[in-house]
């Protein structure tokens, strides 16, 4: 079974950058898709960003042009740069994974981003 760690959040300040990491125990070659959620206190939890395994990518309109997907197939890692950070960014992030042929989804247990004023 695949299991997703995520690392890499953090404290930073307002136009600030980070880069999430996301390591699966397996290989994520295996996964149709993978993807960056986050969920901020209070509020309901959002598709950042996605990508497929054929390198396709997609993004929510608050983040497209700041933040970027990247997935390694070799290090079974996929990444979230995130540049020019607002306070508005603060959140909770998941890595998640789909393997559609099977129908079974995978989720990391998160790492805090803070973007400070």
């Known amino acids: 079974q695949v299991q997703l760690v995520e690392s890499g959040g953090g404290l930073v300040q307002a136009g600030g950058s980070l880069r999430l990491s996301c390591a699966a125990s397996?290989?994520?070659?295996?996964?149709?898709?993978m993807g960056w959620y986050r969920q901020a206190p209070g509020k309901q939890r959002e598709l950042v960003a996605s990508?497929?395994?054929?390198?396709?990518?997609s993004y929510a309109e608050s983040v497209k042009g700041r933040f970027t997907i990247s997935r390694d197939n070799a290090k079974n890692t996929i990444y979230l740069q995130m540049n020019s950070l607002k306070p508005e960014d603060t959140a909770d992030y998941y890595c998640?994974?789909?393997?559609?042929?099977?129908?079974?989804?995978?989720w990391g247990q998160g790492t805090q981003v803070t973007v400070s004023s």
């Open positions: 998640m994974g789909v393997a559609v042929t099977t129908g079974n989804d995978f």
């Open positions: 990508i497929t395994r054929g390198g396709y990518t």
């Open positions: 397996g290989k994520i070659f295996s996964l149709n898709v």
